[in-house]
């Protein structure tokens, strides 16, 4: 029977904070960000009278690219990981994923035995920190976790 201790043990943490990474990315999603919120404006508020849809749109653009502007923190466990965001925690065992796969920006783990559609929803994205000093390490310790990659 494995020891508790030595299964919260952390094997390897970062921290992903894309939005101070890429000052230039950031400064052009910014820039997108205060567009659509003008455009949403112009056509709820001015055109509608309906101020419940410019909250909601607002709402719904927020949420969706709050992964790129607030730190994540990943901790990797033998058993399984932690992905805490500032105000969520989510954590996976490795044998929730089937597969992995990964591109310059970090690594997606998926719930398939071969990598879908889905994956985006289903799956867990792991970014890399800007220096990606970690990949190497993250991809060989996956390979031994997650046969399939």
């Not at 390979?143 to 399939?148: A, T």
Request: charged share 20%; with cysteine; glycine share 4%.
């Amino acid at each position: 029977m494995p020891d508790e201790s030595t299964e919260k043990e952390v094997l390897f943490t970062w921290t992903s904070f894309p939005v101070v990474d890429n000052p230039k990315k950031s400064l052009l999603a910014t820039l997108v960000i205060c567009f659509t919120a003008y455009i949403l404006w112009e056509i709820a508020i001015v055109k509608w009278d309906q101020p419940l849809y410019y909250v909601l749109g607002i709402l719904v653009l927020v949420i969706s690219l709050a992964p790129y502007f607030v730190p994540t923190t990943y901790f990797f466990y033998k058993s399984g990981l932690l992905v805490q965001y500032p105000f969520v925690k989510v954590e996976k065992n490795y044998i929730d994923f089937g597969c992995f796969y990964y591109d310059k920006l970090g690594i997606l783990l998926s719930t398939y035995k071969q990598p879908r559609r889905m994956d985006v929803f289903r799956g867990q994205s792991i970014r890399f920190s800007k220096t990606q000093a970690e990949k190497e390490q993250i991809i060989s310790f996956l390979k031994e976790k997650i046969k399939k990659y």
